[in-house]
T-cell receptor, first 110, second 115 residues
Framework: QKEVEQDPGPLSVPEGAIVSLNCTYS??????FMWYRQYSRKGPELLMY????GNKEDGRFTAQVDKSSKYISLFIRDSQPSDSATYLC??????????FGSGTKLNVKP | GAVVSQHPSRVICKSGTSVKIECRSL??????MFWYRQFPKQSLMLMAT?????????EQGVEKDKFLINHASLTLSTLTVTSAHPEDSSFYIC???????????FGPGTRLTVL
């Protein structure tokens, strides 16, 4: 069983829509949960990270962790064409080793 | 945020040659650097973890004699793909962990094409 699973998409939404991206993970011991955005042929850039459970908001982005369900989510409000990218979730015990999801490709249509 | 650079950004080489990729943390000291490999439309696969001044720790299935990693200083790690073959063609990405240990910063990646 993989440590983290992510629906690869692609996900296509109209501009302004609310986007929901999700991952599930296998081991409840994971404590750090990250979301990265990767544009084509570029390295990933960190969007948000969350420690343990709960929500974290940053502008149009909200990260949510449900440790009881081993489920993490990223919500994007008022999505823009510039949000079109691949979104990767990542989990870690201690920031020393990350396990990445396969990435969800998002396309926001103008 | 912290900046990590990689050089070169793209390299094309003939089969059998060796290629060196550099990863530098530009504005912070990185006690740990990580090397990933990413195939098209797939996620990042951790290849190895390197700590400054010590031998790298390789993930299962990664040939350490083929992918030589050197972490000579707190700001530089290199990955050398020895005797490269077409199946080594991939996108190689490094990341650097800060001394505070609470984040990883990714480089822009190096696209290797072996003919």
């Amino acid at each position: 069983q993989k440590e983290v699973e992510q629906d690869p998409g692609p996900l296509s939404v109209p501009e302004g829509a609310i986007v929901s991206l999700n991952c599930t993970y296998s081991n409840s011991a994971f404590q750090y949960f990250m979301w990265y955005r990767q544009y084509s042929r570029k390295g990933p850039e960190l969007l948000m990270y969350t420690y343990s459970s709960g929500n974290k908001e940053d502008g149009r982005f909200t990260a949510q962790v449900d440790k009881s369900s081993k489920y993490i989510s990223l919500f994007i409000r008022d999505s823009q064409p510039s949000d079109s990218a691949t979104y990767l979730c990542a989990i870690s015990w201690n920031f020393n080793k990350f396990y990445f999801g396969s990435g969800t490709k998002l396309n926001v249509k103008p | 945020g912290a900046v990590v650079s990689q050089h070169p950004s793209r390299v094309i080489c003939k089969s059998g040659t060796s290629v060196k990729i550099e990863c530098r943390s530009l504005d912070f000291q990185a006690t740990t650097m990580f090397w990933y490999r990413q195939f098209p439309k797939q996620s990042l696969m951790l290849m190895a973890t390197s700590n400054e001044g010590s031998k790298a720790t390789y993930e299962q299935g990664v040939e350490k004699d083929k992918f030589l990693i050197n972490h000579a200083s707190l700001t530089l790690s290199t990955l050398t793909v020895t005797s490269a073959h077409p199946e080594d063609s991939s996108f190689y990405i490094c990341s650097a962990g800060s001394t505070q240990g609470n984040e990883q910063f990714f480089g822009p990646g190096t696209r290797l094409t072996v003919l």
